[in-house]
């Protein structure tokens, strides 16, 4: 399959691509929530040392949501709504 195929295969409208990375980061916070509560408890009550002392918990939020928020999910997401374009017969927004 050559590269300019390939890309037009891959290719969704501005529309649709915000969409989906908004459902991507929808499902991103519901599989993350023990991390965001975890999160959000030690920053309770806190102003500038958040930082510093809930340093722990927010980079495991971050590890967490960039397992769900990363350019290969947004790719795969695509292929399946162009997929299932091609199910329907013709792309909609």
């Known amino acids: 399959m050559g590269y300019v195929q390939e890309a037009r295969e891959n290719h969704v409208k ?12 929808q499902k991103a916070l519901k599989e993350c929530e023990h991390y965001t509560s ?22 495991e ?16 997401m695509k292929r399946e709504y162009m997929l299932q374009q091609d199910g329907k017969g013709s792309v909609r927004v």
Do not use: F, I, P
Not at 14 to 19: D, G, M, P, S
């Open 14 to 25: 501005k529309k649709v691509e915000e969409a989906l990375r908004s459902k991507m980061k």
């Open 38 to 59: 975890k999160y959000a408890q030690c920053a309770s009550g806190r102003t500038l040392s958040v930082v510093w002392q809930c340093r722990k918990q927010a980079k």
């Open 61 to 76: 939020l971050n590890d967490c949501l960039h397992q769900y928020t990363n350019d290969a999910v947004l790719e795969e």
